[in-house]
């Protein structure tokens, strides 16, 4: 699944493979099970990038070549979400701007809130990793709104992903899961 993710849109595959891999965490804490779940990862790795070489090693060989590459803080977060449109939550935007819609459906923002006070349905870590991607979803997607956006951006390759709105993809994924609970 993470290999098509890359074929369908490399920008998101970044998004879903750390979920990915922060859940292989979550679970690996639970169980112990630090060895076999390294193993897994190499192989889902592997694989994923296998499936989707197509996609990334064209890319890769021209990413230094990019303006993108060159691009400051500033000039990536361009777009960073701006701190009103997190009112979208409770009121749908129909501006069309999708890098601004942050409206989840009341529905689901209700459940995901009744999920969240479940807590002998959801195990402990599970439940903290889902807010904890709530949490920095939404500081990733706020941009050079957030003193955290300097720090992000000086990561590798960091300068590669414009537009921290897209980070709320993130954050509808978890309020999903919290819904479903």
């Known amino acids: 699944a993470l290999g098509v993710c890359v074929l369908a849109d490399a920008r998101m595959a970044i998004y879903a493979g750390a979920l990915a891999l922060t ?37 890769l060989s ?11 803080p500033e000039e990536a977060g361009v777009l960073s979400l701006d701190p009103v449109y997190l009112l979208g939550l409770l009121i749908a935007d129909r501006s069309g701007a999708a ?7 009341l529905s689901v923002l209700v459940l995901a809130v009744i999920g969240v006070g479940r807590a002998r349905l959801i195990p402990a870590r599970l439940r903290a990793w889902l807010l904890g991607v709530v949490a920095i979803g939404v500081l990733v997607a706020l941009g ?3 003193p955290l956006y300097g720090v992000l951006s000086q990561l590798p390759g960091a300068s590669l ?5 897209r980070a709320w993809f993130v954050v509808v994924f978890a309020m999903a899961v919290l819904a479903g609970f």
């Open 23 to 59: 859940y292989l965490l979550v679970v690996a804490a639970r169980r112990g099970a630090w060895l076999s779940t390294l193993g897994r990862s190499l192989i889902v790795i592997v694989v994923a990038a296998a499936i989707s070489a197509a996609a990334w090693l064209p890319t």
């Open 62 to 72: 021209l990413t230094n070549s990019s303006s993108r590459a060159a691009l400051a």
């Open 99 to 105: 890098e601004r819609t942050t409206y989840v459906g």
């Open 144 to 146: 050079t709104h957030t």
């Open 161 to 165: 992903l414009r537009v921290p709105a």
